[in-house]
């Protein structure tokens, strides 16, 4: 009888030890997932950081090509205008001097 309940203590014990290891393990598990899940978050967020600078890089390559095309075409608006002012001016003046003198 005493071996039996010696027998049955060694196994409650036993069984505890098992229960025992099994929550560390299970609480070593949930640290790694804790872990992994920060790091995924932080790898997250530090790929949307790249990727927003990428897009606001691009945009103001493209904004500032906009401008360069803008300038271009004002410039050659200006050259526009400049010739036909150098062109008309005489023709310009004689019209104004006439109307002026009509009145």
Sequence with gaps: MDKVIEKLI????RAQS??????????????LVEES????????????????QTIIR???????QRIEEIKRRIGQAESRM???YEQNIDSWVERIFKDVMKV
């Excluded at 290891?21 to 640290?31: G, P, Q």
């Excluded at 691009?58 to 500032?64: F, H, R």
Aim: charged content about 50%.
């Design 82 to 84: 400049q010739r036909a």
């Design 18 to 31: 098992v229960v025992k290891d099994a929550k560390k393990l299970r609480d070593n598990i949930d640290e």
């Design 10 to 13: 060694d196994i409650e014990n």
């Design 37 to 52: 899940a920060v790091q995924m978050a932080e790898d997250i967020e530090a790929k949307r950081k790249a990727k927003e």
């Design 58 to 64: 691009i945009e103001a390559d493209a904004a500032d």
